[in-house]
């Protein structure tokens, strides 16, 4: 499944957050979009002190790709 359209338009932090909700509501069940949901908001958190440019474009390059990851699992027909 490639990325959601406008994955390549994350660049910030709050992009990236947003993105990662979307991408939750396209998964099959309410308790697996508010586990990935409570998740992207504690990574959230936690990297919110992050002041360095490369580190934070490396971080929003693994979780659109983390995100891909889960939503191919999840979605993918049997």
Request: with cysteine; net charge positive; aromatic share 8%.
């Amino acid at each position: 499944m490639p990325p959601l359209p406008g994955a390549e338009l994350v660049h910030t932090p709050v992009q990236l957050y947003r993105y990662l909700l979307r991408c939750c509501k396209l998964l099959p069940s309410t308790s697996m979009q508010q586990h990935y949901r409570h998740a992207a908001r504690q990574s959230f958190n936690s990297h919110a002190d992050e002041d360095d440019r490369e580190r934070i474009q490396f971080i929003i390059k693994r979780a659109i790709t983390d995100a891909d990851w889960i939503l191919e699992k999840y979605t993918k027909k049997k």
